[in-house]
């Protein structure tokens, strides 16, 4: 079994901190109390995401999982493709550095492990035939060549 944590990235840390304390400092600033909570209650929240983001590799099974909303379990086996990106959608990634998991026909998610390329090793143990694109480094599959 295979456990990493997400990344966390400043590039979404820093612009949360900075909101959430201006906003925060303002409504304290003006006594505006139940804006204050809200605020509270949303750190809250974010806080609970940047702690229990992670994901699990068990056997031929990948557990996606962050905050109290997203739990996706997927067959490794599905798994077509493996993309390195810096795309900013939504997603149970807290890095922007990221990679894309294609799966099935039509399907994606993105996650961001601390350790992607050990992560991604993990996965091609598992299913060598995953198409790994990597922008600046040996592809995986090429790498697991090398090596024999």
Request: net charge positive; proline share 4%.
């Amino acid at each position: 079994m295979t456990a990493q944590k997400s990344k966390i990235g400043l590039e979404l840390m820093i612009p949360f901190s900075i909101l959430f304390i201006g906003i925060g400092s303002l409504m304290v600033y003006k006594g505006i109390w139940e804006g204050v909570g809200i605020i509270m209650i949303i750190a809250l929240f974010i806080g609970h995401l940047f702690m229990t983001t992670s994901y699990t590799i068990d056997g031929h099974t990948i557990q996606i999982k962050s905050g109290l909303f997203f739990n996706k379990s997927l067959k490794i086996d599905s798994i077509r493709k493996i993309v390195e990106t810096r795309n900013p959608i939504s997603s149970p990634a807290l890095s922007l550095d990221r990679i894309e998991l294609i799966y099935n026909q039509y399907d994606s998610v993105l996650i961001s492990p601390i350790d992607k390329m050990s992560f991604i090793k993990a996965l091609a143990d598992v299913k060598p035939e995953i198409e790994v694109h990597l922008k600046s480094k040996v592809p995986i599959s090429q790498e697991n060549h090398l090596n024999k």
